[in-house]
């Protein structure tokens, strides 16, 4: 190794260490990290007049405007995960956005109620001494269940949308 | 503090600074909603569960309202005053908000310029739907209306008719209503300015809605005159038990304009009964019931004739009712 090289590795080391010093929040057990952002649609006009709709963080909302949670998780052990499971809670202010979910690679389900999970079409609630399927505003938590093992090094994202009520 | 043990329970958790609940029109300004994601796994047989950073968004104050015509075109004389449309305006918006109201008579499209009265806005206080002595008036900066999300208040416009206004000119007067925040495009943000200091944004009416009413002059005078002929079983014209009374009641209308939806309705006197199969309007029977034809006996309280006249003209004039009653 050159020393041109040693010194590029100590810089993307240093770099690596400040960056989880400077974001502080991406919380880990043993080898597993998982990280959420929100962001928000914002159209834009570009130099040549055409309308763009692009991702920024969200930080302020209003009534009726869509927020995109994504999470990002990784194994940066040595050893394979199994089981792995990623559930977030859908606020009451919000209403999961039919067919917004993206999770490659994973099963996805619902929950009305935090505590039992199903795929969309098999959940039901009960209302006016009635069970019917479940709609989107009934739902409370959305989860992705992986299919395989998340190996070594590996990392995946998951990805749904809300609309504020 | 709250927030903090909230996270750790890794909910979703909304921390409501206002003591609004949820509300039909959206989620209150203020609110804050916090996202935690949960991962759960297991490594070498051991489970375990790890929690992400926790998101955080802040609701802002949407600014926005509806206002709708509540009268329907306004039937009035040439020099009438004070006449009267009614206004709901609602609070759309997801904070509390205060409006400014403001009258324009002067509206392109119409045959004559309404003239405002001289206190020409008014609260419909007493909820009657029509200007009355218990209205509140309007003061500009005084009493300005302060909205809730979702609440509403009823609002008067005057407006006075010249008095060489004709038969059928129609006049538009408008209610303009506008946020005391602000107004202009969608979109467009007050930082700091919404409730409990968050930014407040103008929603989809840009803060300001502008709706028209509607007079109609109409020049139309409605008489109605009953008078009763009597024979009695003899050949005679006696009202003794047994004789026949026949009423008749003309509507006559006189002007150049329409009488909408007139209705004639007469108590069958006491000590009298209505002789059934006997009620007429303009010589054609009508049957009692209550059915597609223009009249019936009404035997629900007191036993009433009704005939709906629906539109007459001074050309369609006049109409005539018949009915026979039995002297007891």
């Known amino acids: 190794m050159s020393e041109n090289q040693k010194g590029k590795t100590m810089i993307s080391r240093v770099t690596a260490l400040l960056l989880l010093l ?22 834009t006009t570009n130099e040549d007049g055409e309308r763009i709709k692009e991702l920024i963080p969200a930080e302020t ?35 999961y956005v039919q067919g917004s979910a993206f999770g490659p690679g994973m099963e996805l389900q619902f929950s009305v109620d935090g505590q039992s999970f199903g795929a969309a079409e098999d959940l039901t609630v009960e209302e006016d001494g009635e069970t019917r399927t479940a709609t989107p505003e009934d739902y409370t938590h959305i989860r992705w269940v992986m299919q395989s093992d998340l190996s070594a090094g590996a990392q995946g994202t998951v990805r749904f949308s809300a609309q504020l009520n | 503090m709250l927030a903090r043990i909230l996270a750790a329970a890794s909910c979703g958790v909304v921390l409501c600074c206002l003591a609004n609940p949820a509300l039909a029109e959206g989620t209150p300004a203020g609110t804050v909603i916090e996202n935690t994601a949960t991962l759960s796994f297991e490594l070498d047989g051991n489970p375990a569960t790890i929690t992400s950073n926790t998101t955080s968004i802040t609701v802002v104050e949407l600014i926005d309202l509806a206002v709708t015509l509540q009268s329907p075109q306004t039937l009035v004389s040439a020099g009438d005053t004070n006449q009267a449309l009614l206004f709901s305006v609602v609070n759309t918006g997801n904070g509390t908000e205060t409006f ?50 979702d609440a509403s208040v009823a609002i008067l416009i005057l407006n006075d008719i010249p008095a060489d206004r004709l038969n059928g000119d129609v006049g538009f007067s408008e209610l303009i209503v506008s946020s005391a925040t602000g107004s202009g495009s969608p979109g467009d943000d007050f930082a700091g300015q919404g409730d409990g200091g968050v930014t407040a944004v103008l929603g989809t009416s840009g803060g300001i809605d502008t709706v028209r009413g509607e007079y109609l002059v109409s020049d139309v005078q409605v008489s109605i005159q009953k008078s009763q002929t009597v024979s009695d079983p003899f050949g005679g014209n006696e009202p003794v038990p047994g004789a026949t009374i026949t009423y008749t009641i003309e509507v006559s209308v006189t002007g150049s304009g329409t009488a909408v939806g007139g209705i004639v309705e007469d108590v069958i006197p006491t000590f009298t009964t209505y002789v059934p199969g006997s009620l007429t309007l303009d010589a054609g029977t009508l049957t009692d019931a209550a059915d597609a034809d223009a009249g019936e006996l009404n035997t629900s309280t007191t036993p009433t004739i009704v005939v709906r006249l629906g539109d007459v003209t001074a050309t369609g004039s006049p109409r005539t009712v018949q009915f026979d009653v039995l002297i007891d």
């Open chain 1, 22 to 43: 400077a974001s502080g929040i991406a919380m880990s057990q043993g080898t597993l990290e998982v990280q959420t952002t929100v962001q928000k649609e914002a159209v």
């Open chain 1, 61 to 95: 909302v209003v009534p009726g405007e869509r927020v995109v949670y994504t999470i990002t998780f990784r194994n940066t052990g040595e050893e394979p995960a199994d089981d792995v499971i990623i559930t977030n809670p859908i606020s009451e202010e919000l209403t």
């Open chain 2, 100 to 149: 400014q109201l403001a009258i324009n008579s002067t509206v392109s499209g119409d045959d004559f310029d309404p003239v405002p009265s001289t206190v020409s806005i008014y609260f419909d206080s007493d909820g009657s739907g029509d200007f009355t002595a218990g209205d509140i008036p309007y003061v500009p900066g005084d009493n300005d209306p302060v909205l809730a999300p």
